[in-house]
């Protein structure tokens, strides 16, 4: 507690941005497990087709795609930059919040086999 005319010590001030760092890190850690909770279950419709995504197919494979850039192409294909009537259709259906998670749902991911 801070007392008016006094200044707090620093095991105070230490004591106070260690619980601030504490609860900011905790509040991250758990946004960022949701978030891949997300896409995890948003990633089911995107599984019928980029889990069977081979070298030779044309669809890709993004398991383990950059997360910047799989959040980058899917909201081209939401704005229609790029040209997949499916795509355009998938991504159109999505907020940021959702392809955010998407994104890092794949960039965290090994395609399964």
């Not at 909201?75 to 919040?97: H, S, T």
Request: net charge neutral; aromatic share 8%; proline share 4%.
């Amino acid at each position: 507690m801070i007392v008016r005319g006094r200044t707090p010590n620093r095991l105070t001030t230490t004591a106070i941005l260690s619980i601030v760092t504490v609860t900011f890190f905790t509040q991250t850690q758990a946004a960022s497990t949701a978030d891949f909770e997300l896409g995890r279950y948003l990633a089911a419709e995107c599984m019928t087709c980029h889990r069977a995504a081979t070298s030779t197919s044309t669809i890709p494979n993004i398991f383990g795609l950059d997360e910047a850039h799989l959040s980058e192409v899917l909201r081209a294909y939401r704005a229609k930059d790029l040209p997949n009537p499916v795509m355009q259709n998938i991504a159109g259906a999505l907020n940021d919040e959702e392809i955010s998670a998407l994104a890092t749902f794949f960039a965290k991911t090994r395609k399964p086999w």
